[in-house]
Nanobody, 123 residues
Framework: VQLQACGGGLVQAGGSLRLSCAAS????????LGWFRQAPGKDREFVAA????????YYANSVKGRFAISRDNAKNTVYLQMNSLKPEDTAVYYC?????????????????WGQGTLVTVSS
C-alpha cells in the first residue's frame, strides 16, 4: 500500500480543513487506518483512527469533538475533517495504515505511512 496525503494549507483559527489520504493497492479495505501529526520540535502523536469496516473510530482527547475521521473503501481514501481549528493544531499530518493493528499508539512503526501534509493555523 502506498499512501498519498493532501489537503493541508493555511487557515485561520476557527476555520476548517479536510485532509485526504489516497491509497494504492488491494489491501486498503483490509487495513486499519489512522492520522498522526508532528508539530515543530515535538514527537509525532496520534490524532485519529478508524477500523477496517469504518464502524469504530478513535480520537486523541485534544481533537475529540472537533475532528472526524472517515473512510471510503470504494475510493481507497481516508479523510480527516478538521473543524474549529486552533493554532496548536499546526503540524505536519501523516496518514498510516496497518493490516493488523489500529494505528492509535505513539512511537509505533505501522506498516505504511504517507508523506505528510502541512497544516498551519494562524491566530
Amino acid at each position: 500500500v502506498q499512501l498519498q496525503a493532501c489537503g493541508g494549507g493555511l487557515v485561520q483559527a476557527g476555520g476548517s480543513l479536510r485532509l485526504s489520504c489516497a491509497a494504492s493497492g488491494r489491501t486498503f479495505s483490509y487495513s486499519h487506518l489512522g492520522w498522526f501529526r508532528q508539530a515543530p520540535g515535538k514527537d509525532r502523536e496520534f490524532v485519529a483512527a478508524v477500523s477496517r469496516s469504518g464502524s469504530s473510530t478513535y480520537y486523541a482527547n485534544s481533537v475529540k469533538g472537533r475532528f472526524a475521521i472517515s473512510r471510503d473503501n470504494a475510493k481507497n481514501t481516508v479523510y480527516l475533517q478538521m473543524n474549529s481549528l486552533k493554532p496548536e493544531d499546526t503540524a505536519v499530518y501523516y496518514c498510516a495504515a496497518d493490516r493488523n493493528r489500529l494505528p492509535r499508539r505513539n512511537g509505533v512503526t505501522y506498516d505504511y505511512w504517507g508523506q505528510g501534509t502541512l497544516v498551519t493555523v494562524s491566530s
